[in-house]
């Protein structure tokens, strides 16, 4: 059975460049969730969705930063224009309930 | 705000030894807790959840949960050199938002 599947795993951009990030959650799960972990910060919820709903986006750090689920089995998050501190690894997460997420292998960000 | 708190270590035991791991949260009203591990370079991964007061054991592993302190830990028996992985505890808020904390850095010494 297929995990969560994240797409690119590694992304190296200039400063001002568009970045799209893109997650496939596990099948029947209804809820996903989009979190960055830095040295730092330790690991930041940015936004969940359930049923494709956006329910809380209040860890979107500034307008720069959109994340769309058109449908049950995709999303994306995207950054325009990057900066070099937002540079991280990208999780998405997803789960069924019961707060038991399963990650995917992350998206490594590198704004130069 | 709500907060996750544990001590970032890094911790050293011994292999065979135990290993204990502590967190406390902000949030009387959290209802549900977990521990991940996370190896280097790797992602986070399940490994105990814990939603009442006590202990709740699997295999070498053991929550222990303590509402009243706002208090969670994580024992792992027989230290293995396999379990050195940073562990990340969370609680659930409310609706399915998981807050983590910082994350403890253990090492198993051979």
């Known amino acids: 059975d297929a995990g969560v599947i994240q797409s690119p795993r590694h992304e190296v951009t200039e400063m001002g460049q568009e970045v799209t990030l893109r997650c496939k959650p596990i099948?029947?799960?209804?809820?996903l969730f989009w979190y960055r972990q830095t040295m730092m910060r330790g690991l930041e919820l940015l936004i969940y969705?359930?049923?494709?709903?956006?329910?809380?986006d209040s860890g979107m750090p500034e307008d720069r930063f959109s994340a769309k689920m058109p449908n049950a089995s995709f999303s994306t998050l995207k950054i325009q224009p990057s900066e070099p501190r937002d540079s991280a690894v990208y999780f998405c997460?997803?789960?069924f309930g019961a707060g038991e997420l399963f990650f995917g292998e992350g998206s490594r960000l590198t704004v130069l | 705000q709500k907060e996750v708190e544990q001590n970032s270590g890094p911790l050293s035991v011994p292999e065979g030894a135990i290993a204990s791991l502590n967190c406390t949260y902000s949030?009387?009203?959290?209802?549900?807790f977990f521990w991940y591990r996370q190896y280097s370079g790797k992602s986070p991964e399940l490994i105990m959840s814990?939603?009442?007061?006590g202990d709740k054991e699997d295999g070498r592993f053991t929550a222990q949960l303590n509402k009243a302190s706002q208090y969670v830990s994580l024992l792992i028996r027989d230290s293995q050199p396999s379990d050195s992985a940073t562990y990340l505890c969370?609680?659930?808020?409310?609706?399915?938002?998981?807050?983590f904390g910082t994350g403890t850095r253990l090492t198993i010494i051979p």
């Open positions: 997460a997803s789960s």
């Open positions: 099948s029947g799960h209804n809820s």
């Open positions: 969705f359930n049923n494709n709903v956006p329910i809380d």
């Open positions: 949030d009387r009203g959290s209802q549900s």
């Open positions: 814990i939603y009442s007061n």
């Open positions: 969370a609680a659930n808020f409310g609706n399915e938002k998981l807050t």
